[in-house]
C-alpha cells in the first residue's frame, strides 16, 4: 500500500514537471523502450500491477503521437542523443491474449508498433504462468499447500509464506526447479476458481499458436522470445537455462515461421553468464528491466522502463522522457 501511494505521489510531480517541460520532448532526442504486460477494460491492483486499463493505454498512445516518435525496436540504438523529437518502443511481455484482444486495435488505431516477448508455456500443455496463477489463487487455494515437500502458510496480505522464514511461494518458483513448478501447478489445480469467471480472462489467459500466428502476420508486431516457463534464469543451473532459451527460441520460430533473435529476460533481469548464454543460443538482441542504474552496459543488451500503472498519461511520458537514453 505504501508502494502505491509513494507511486501515486510520484506521478503526481511528474505530471507538474511534463506540464512545464512539454516543449522539451520536441528538442532533446533520445531513445526510451517502454514494457508493458497486459491491457484490459479495467485495470485492478487487486490482482496484479502488470496490467493497465485500455483507457489508460489509449492516453498514453495518444501523448506518445503529439509529442514524442513511435519506433519499431529494431530501431533504438543505445546512445542516440540525436536532437529531435523522443523515439519510443513499446513492448509487451509474457504473451497474454488481452494484447491481441485490446492493445492491438488500439496500436492500429494510432499506427504504432509493438514487440511481443511471448512465453512458450503451451509447450508444457499451459496456459497460464505460474506468477498470475498464484497471485488468482491466493483467496481460492487452502491456508495451508505443500508443493514439492514444502509447506507454505497464507498470511493476512493472501501470500503463501514458507514456515519458519522459509521464503514465499513466488520465491521459491521463481528459483526453482522444473519439478517444484510442476508440483505448483498440480497442487494449484482444483483450486482455479478464476477460470469460471470470464473477465478475469485478462489478466492471465496466453495466447495460443493459432493467435499467435495471426499476431506475427500483423506489419506492426514483432515476436519475441521471453522463455519458456517465466523462471529466473540466472538462479536456474546452466543446463536449465540453456534449455529455456533454446526451446523458446525454436518452438516460436516453428509457429511463425521467420526467425525470432531477440530475448526479454524474464523479471528485466539478467547477469553476464545468462546474456552470454543468449548469445550461444542465438539471440542478437536482449532486453531487461532491471532500471537505468543497474542495468549492464553489455554489447546487445538494452533496459527498458516498466510502465507505472498508478500514475496519469503525462505522468508516464514524463518517466519515460526522463529514461531516454
Known amino acids: 500500500m505504501l508502494q502505491r501511494w509513494r507511486a501515486r505521489w510520484d506521478g503526481m510531480l511528474a505530471s507538474r514537471r511534463f506540464s512545464q517541460q512539454r516543449a522539451r520532448l520536441a528538442l532533446d532526442g533520445g531513445c526510451t523502450i517502454v514494457a508493458y504486460h497486459g491491457v484490459a477494460p479495467r485495470s485492478s491492483g487487486r490482482l496484479n500491477t502488470k496490467t493497465i486499463s485500455s483507457a489508460l493505454f489509449e492516453q498514453h498512445l495518444r501523448l506518445l503521437c503529439q509529442y514524442a516518435t513511435p519506433i519499431r525496436l529494431r530501431e533504438a540504438e543505445i546512445g542516440s542523443h540525436a536532437a529531435g523529437r523522443l523515439r519510443v518502443a513499446l513492448t509487451f511481455d509474457d504473451g497474454l491474449a488481452s494484447v491481441a484482444r485490446y492493445a492491438l486495435p488500439l496500436l492500429e488505431r494510432y499506427d504504432v508498433p509493438a514487440t511481443l516477448f511471448v512465453t512458450t508455456a503451451w509447450t508444457d500443455r499451459r496456459d497460464v504462468l505460474w506468477p498470475d496463477l498464484v497471485d488468482l489463487c491466493r483467496r481460492s487455494a ?118 525470432v533473435d531477440a530475448l526479454a529476460h524474464p523479471f528485466g533481469f539478467a547477469t553476464a553468464e545468462t546474456c552470454q548464454l543468449a548469445v550461444e543460443a542465438g539471440y542478437r538482441r536482449q532486453y531487461l528491466c532491471a532500471g537505468l542504474d543497474t542495468a549492464p552496459a553489455w554489447e546487445g543488451v538494452q533496459d527498458r522502463v516498466g510502465v507505472n500503472p498508478f500514475v496519469s498519461a503525462e505522468a508516464e511520458l514524463f518517466r519515460w522522457y526522463t529514461a531516454r537514453r
Open 142 to 259: 487452502p491456508p495451508s499447500i505443500t508443493v514439492d515437500g514444502r509447506t507454505f502458510h497464507r498470511n493476512r496480505r493472501g501470500q503463501f509464506q514458507g514456515v519458519d522464514g522459509a521464503g514465499s511461494l513466488r520465491d521459491a518458483a521463481r528459483n526453482g526447479s522444473r519439478a517444484f513448478l510442476a508440483d505448483l501447478y498440480r497442487v494449484l489445480a482444483p483450486h482455479q476458481a478464476f477460470r469460471h469467471d470470464e473477465a478475469l480472462a485478462a489478466y492471465w489467459r496466453l495466447l495460443d499458436e493459432d493467435a499467435l500466428r495471426h499476431l506475427s502476420a500483423h506489419p506492426l508486431i514483432e515476436i519475441g522470445a521471453h522463455g519458456v516457463s517465466h523462471r529466473f534464469l540466472p538462479a536456474l543451473p546452466v543446463a536449465d537455462s540453456r534449455r529455456e532459451l533454446a526451446a523458446a527460441r525454436e518452438s516460436l520460430e516453428a509457429v511463425i515461421g521467420r526467425e
